[in-house]
Each structure stands twice: as C-alpha cells, then as structure tokens.
C-alpha cells in the first residue's frame, strides 16, 4: 500500500534561517507531489506541484522554494525565513489522471520566531 | 476566480442526529470533488472522492452528492457520534493539477 511520511511534526525557527521539509512517498512510482500552506484563519493553498523529477511549477510568488530530486522525493526550501512563513505545511501526492484524488500527509507545523 | 465555500463554517449537534455540511464553487466545469477530515494538529483524511460524471458516493453513515450544474456538493452524516467531531474540507479540482479548497466546517457533536 502507499504512504506518505513528512518530517518533522513540528518546527521553530528563527526569522531569517533556513529551512528544509522533506515528503517521502512509498508503494508508487511517478506520483504527482504538492506542497500546501495552511495558515490561521486561512484556507489551504497550493504552493508547489511537481509531475516528475526535477519538473517544479510554482503556485503563488513567496520566499519558499521546493525541488524534487528523487522520483519519490519533494522538500520545500527557504534561504531566510520570515514571520509570514509560519503555518501547517502539507504534502500530498496523487497518481496521474483526474480519476483519483489526493493523498495528504501528517503535516509540519512550522514557527518563525 | 474559481472559488470553494463551505456552509456553516462551524456547527454543534447533540449526538445521533444527521446533518448536512454544504460545499458551493463558482464553476461547474470540474473534474472530481473531494471531501476530507481533519483533526486539530493533524493531516488531512479523505472520506470520499466524487467524479464529476457521478452524482454521489458513500462509505459507512457519510454520503456525498454532487450537482454539478447548481455547482453544489453536500456531505450527509448519519446518527452523528461524538468521534466525528473535526473540521471537513471540501476540496475541487477544476482543471489543472491544484485542489481548491474550502476554509472548512468545524463540527462538534456532544454527547
């Protein structure tokens, strides 16, 4: 069966460091991966999606980046984190086609300090 | 803009009573809708997933319609208990690969 992990539950940085969020996905090859944002008040967004490695597209303009260097293998990136960063990211992946919906992982919530 | 809203943004029932959470969205060219659970601090789980050439599906007490051309989607629970406390998300996919997301109703069933 597949799954997905997502690492680490939970995390507190200081405003200006960087980050890395890795999501793992076993039992499927080639799966669609996604990055989403959950902030207070707010509802989910789609930060990034990625159809295959290296294959990267960008949702909304931020101080985030994510690359995916392994078919199973999505990390989301920022060089200097700042207060607005903060919130509950989520990984998700979904097979090809419109057939099938979304798999989501357990989440990182995320505090810049 | 392709939007997903979600009515009531929060509701509380006593237990064993059935309810209605609603989904609206703004365009009715989609390719599926997804209804999800999430508990506080949690991920997101899925209860069911509905193509747009289908008009509903169930699992267990959840059942979920879709009309497409009224762009609405209801998730009907039966004999509501208090584990189904959580907040559900309605989530559409209008074209491309993103969901669109509602902001979510959160349900407290009391004992």
């Known amino acids: 069966s597949q799954t997905i992990h997502q690492w680490p539950a939970t995390l507190v940085q200081p405003v200006g460091s960087p980050l890395s969020l890795e999501c793992t996905v076993e039992g499927t090859s080639n799966p669609n991966l996604y990055w989403y944002r959950q902030a207070a008040g707010r509802g989910l967004q789609l930060l990034f999606y990625s159809v295959g490695i290296g294959q990267i597209s960008s949702e909304v303009p931020q101080n985030l980046s994510a690359s995916r260097p392994q078919d199973r293998q999505f990390i989301l990136s920022s060089k200097k984190l700042l207060l607005s960063d903060s919130g509950f990211y989520l990984c998700?992946?979904?097979?090809?086609?419109?057939?099938?919906?979304?798999?989501f992982g357990s989440g990182t919530r995320l505090t810049v300090v | 803009k392709q939007e997903v809203t979600q009515i009531p943004a929060a509701l509380s029932v006593p237990e064993g009573e059935n309810l209605v959470l609603n989904c609206s969205f703004t365009?009715?060219?989609?390719?599926?809708l997804q209804w999800f659970r999430q508990d506080p601090g949690k991920g997101l789980t899925s209860l069911l997933l509905i193509q747009s050439s289908q008009r509903e599906q169930t699992s267990g007490r959840l059942n979920a319609s879709l009309d497409k051309s009224s762009g609405r989607s209801t998730l009907y629970i039966a004999a509501s208990q208090p584990g189904d406390s959580a907040t559900y998300l309605c989530a559409v996919r209008f074209s491309g690969y993103a969901l669109n997301f509602g902001k979510g109703t959160s349900l407290l069933v009391t004992p």
């Open positions: 998700a992946w979904s097979v090809g086609g419109t057939a099938y919906g979304y798999t």
């Open positions: 365009d009715s060219a989609i390719y599926n």
